[in-house]
């Protein structure tokens, strides 16, 4: 199984970037996905899931309204739509994928696959 996150880089605050995760090596039938993210010297934060069916998405309240999670089944790729980007949101952004809802997954207790990171970093 391979979870490939990509498309993060240097951005100024206020603009945008569409982080991507491809998926690849099994079914992921009832698998819930989520993004992730971590600074140095914490903890990894919660920042969006999206069910397995698409049709329903939850985000953390810092990012609510500013990130658009999407995922594109016929592509085996997750999405990560990022607008109005604030140095707060700078840190490396790893997508995941679980059996558990969604409302469980953002607790990350046990994530069953991890996708490597991509660093994203806003400058004030």
């Known amino acids: 199984v391979q979870l490939q996150a990509s498309g993060g880089g240097l951005v100024q605050a206020g603009g945008s970037l569409r982080l991507s995760c491809a998926y690849s090596?099994?079914?992921?039938?009832?698998?819930?996905w989520a993004w992730f993210r971590q600074v140095p010297g914490k903890e990894r934060e919660f920042v969006a899931a999206i069910s397995w069916r698409n049709t329903n998405r939850l985000y953390t309240d810092s990012v609510q309204g500013r990130f658009t999670i999407s995922r594109n089944n016929a592509e085996n790729t997750l999405y990560l739509h990022m607008n109005s980007l604030k140095p707060a949101d700078t840190g490396v952004y790893y997508c995941?994928?679980?059996?558990?809802?969604?409302?469980?997954?953002?607790?990350?207790?046990?994530?069953?696959?991890w996708g490597k990171g991509t660093q994203v970093t806003v400058s004030s």
């Open positions: 995941a994928a679980d059996r558990s809802a969604i409302q469980t997954m953002r607790r990350a207790t046990s994530i069953d696959y």
């Open positions: 090596g099994r079914t992921f039938t009832n698998y819930s």
